[in-house]
């Protein structure tokens, strides 16, 4: 009963590919995230959705795309994929877009790495 | 703006000796910070937060941190060192206020522990 949950673990994949890494969550939360970890475990946030809305936007390429289906789920896309998006990418939850009682619940990760 | 500096990239301990991670902060107002821990393989679990009550922040596994505005600082310690204790240890401001979701993390502290 893994409360937020991410597949694929691993993923290798070539330079140029479009890949897809989905993430669920079953603690009940309204707003979910993706981070990214790099090879240096230097983490930055990426997106945070709010009952399906976009909330948090950084600066990333618009290579990345997420997907909300509904407030369970957060799905990120990559198209083109570059040697640079190696990477840990993870997916974490909370309740309450800006409330800090709520603490984040991360999943375990997804390596992505291209070739 | 709000930053956080993990002035050790990595600490080595013995088992049963005390565990001091070092973490300084910088933040345009008044910050909630957080410890969080990533075992190998795991996502980030939530040590402790600090969010302008007590001072002194009590965590789980016995960990506990200090805010001290006057050294913009927020050490984690632990009395006793556990072999399960080693990790990677990571020092969190929030962007916003209290919001948890837009986090600045520290680039992280490695905790060895050595039996």
């Known amino acids: 009963d893994t409360a937020v949950s991410q597949t694929p673990k691993y993923l290798v994949t070539q330079m140029g590919n479009d890949k897809s890494i989905k993430c669920e969550q079953n603690l009940g939360h309204d707003t979910m995230y993706w981070y990214k970890q790099d090879s240096k475990k230097f983490l930055k946030i990426m997106f945070s959705?709010?009952?399906?809305?976009?909330?948090i936007n950084e600066t990333v390429p618009n290579r990345f795309s997420p997907k909300s289906p509904d407030k369970a789920h957060l799905n990120l896309h990559i198209n083109s994929l570059e040697l640079g998006d190696s990477a840990v990418y993870f997916c974490?939850?909370?309740?309450?877009?800006?409330?800090?009682?709520?603490?984040?619940?991360f999943g375990n990760g997804t390596r992505l790495t291209v070739t | 703006a709000q930053s956080v500096t993990q002035l050790d990239s990595h600490v080595s301990v013995s088992e049963g000796t005390p565990v001091l991670l070092r973490c300084n902060y910088s933040s345009s107002y008044s910050p909630s910070l957080f410890w969080y821990v990533q075992h190998p393989n795991k996502g980030l679990q939530l040590l402790l937060k600090y969010t302008s009550a007590a001072t002194l922040v009590k965590g789980i596994n016995g960990f506990e941190a200090e805010f001290k505005k006057s050294e913009t600082s927020f050490h984690l310690t632990k009395p006793s060192a556990h072999m399960s204790d080693a990790a990677e240890y990571f020092c969190?401001?929030?962007?916003?206020?209290?919001?948890?979701?837009?986090?600045?993390f520290g680039k992280g502290t490695k905790l060895s522990v050595k039996p």
């Open positions: 974490a939850s909370s309740q309450g877009g800006v409330g800090w009682k709520s603490p984040l619940h």
């Open positions: 969190v401001v929030s962007r916003y206020g209290g919001s948890q979701g837009n986090l600045i």
């Open positions: 959705y709010n009952n399906k809305e976009l909330i």
